[in-house]
């Protein structure tokens, strides 16, 4: 596609549910990140893949949060046993080191947990 | 620890005046600097860039601004529109290209017709 998507666009979740979120970057971008939007805040670092390098999950918040990248493409970010603090707005971003340094961020998966 | 902050959490402007948007940041080994336009309900998206080698670059409209010697960044916006309401962030890295991008938490942006 012509740019990252993200899925779902939206989730509600009950607390103590897993909830799977899903990114597909630009093809070509060797990096991807992960990032958490808080309503009102800027953006929250929280694990980086870059291609077939271990991944920097030094922004994961608690062991609840995991993410897994394919190769260089699809990228899941899983939170188990979801916390009402978890609602936030889920961002994802890639990036061509090649070409350019700039981050392409998705629309974003907005979390709400009950 | 290091952070990226802003000075003003909100920016009121008419539109057709320059807007001017500042951004303070603590970690003097920071070497690249983004400035991203979030509109309401959408992922951030990339306005301009600069290096710590250089202190002005020029977009279309936009011009960054790095005073390395004071830790401050700034984005103009020039005759400002009513598509420039927006939240603006400024972010930088450490590390290099390759490093994690730190974020402030935004200055939004509202242009009065």
């Known amino acids: 596609g012509a740019g990252v998507s993200q899925s779902p666009s939206n989730k509600v979740t009950e607390k103590g549910k897993d909830v799977e979120l899903r990114c597909d970057p630009i093809?070509?971008?060797?990096?991807l990140y992960w990032y958490r939007q808080r309503l009102g805040q800027g953006l929250e670092f929280l694990i980086y893949f870059q291609g077939n390098s271990a991944p920097d999950k030094s922004g994961l918040p608690s062991d609840r949060f995991s993410a897994e990248r394919t190769g260089e493409s699809v990228s899941t970010l899983t939170i188990q046993r979801t916390q009402q603090e978890d609602s936030a707005v889920y961002l994802c971003a890639g990036q061509d080191f090649t070409n350019t340094d700039t981050q392409y961020f998705g629309p974003g998966t907005r979390l709400t947990v009950l | 620890g290091e952070s990226v902050g802003l000075h003003l959490p909100t920016l009121s402007v008419q539109e057709g005046d320059n807007s001017i948007i500042n951004c303070a940041y603590s970690?003097?080994?920071?070497?690249?600097f983004i400035w991203y336009k979030q509109e309401s309900g959408k992922g951030p998206q990339f306005i301009i860039d600069i290096r710590s080698n250089m202190d002005k670059r020029q977009g279309q409209r936009v011009t960054v601004l790095l005073n390395k010697t004071v830790k401050h960044l700034s984005l103009q916006i020039a005759a400002t529109q009513p598509g420039d309401s927006a939240v603006y962030f400024c972010?930088?890295?450490?590390?290099?290209?390759?490093?994690?991008?730190?974020f402030g938490k935004g200055t939004k942006l509202s242009v009065k017709p």
């Open positions: 972010a930088e890295t450490y590390g290099g290209s390759q490093g994690n991008l730190i």
């Open positions: 093809s070509g971008h060797t990096a």
């Open positions: 970690n003097s080994a920071s070497d690249y």
